[in-house]
């Protein structure tokens, strides 16, 4: 948005110069006019409501899925760990030493 200039101030005093000599004109404003201007201005702050309530939602949202993908990592790691698969590996190298040492003087 640009900064108004002096000639848009100059403007917009004048035209507040010639709403002030026309004051019967404001006069004889509808009656139906302050009603949609408060209906307006009603809706106006619950749309920005639901936005800021949307966005605190999503947030919350985020936030839960945040640790519940903690909590699923914290498991798998945990479960990797207690539940490791024996190898049969393990069985051959014990024997494998074992037959070394008992070949060697």
């Given at each position: 948005?640009?900064?108004?200039?002096?000639?848009?101030?100059?403007?917009?005093?004048?035209?507040?110069?010639?709403?002030?000599?026309?004051?019967?004109?404001?006069?004889?404003?509808p009656p139906a006019f302050p009603a949609r201007l408060q209906a307006c201005w009603r809706l106006t702050v619950a749309?920005?409501?639901?936005a800021a309530l949307q966005g605190a939602?999503?947030?919350?949202?985020?936030?839960?899925a945040l640790v519940c993908a903690a909590i699923l990592t914290l498991l798998s790691v945990i479960g990797?760990?207690?539940?490791?698969?024996?190898?049969?590996d393990d069985g051959l190298d014990l024997a494998?030493?074992?037959?070394q040492s008992e070949l060697m003087p």
């Open positions: 948005m640009n900064k108004p200039s002096d000639a848009d101030l100059g403007r917009l005093l004048t035209a507040a110069g010639r709403a002030r000599a026309g004051t019967e004109a404001a006069a004889t404003m749309k920005s409501n639901q939602l999503l947030i919350l949202m985020f936030r839960r990797s760990a207690l539940w490791q698969i024996p190898s049969d494998s030493y074992e037959l």
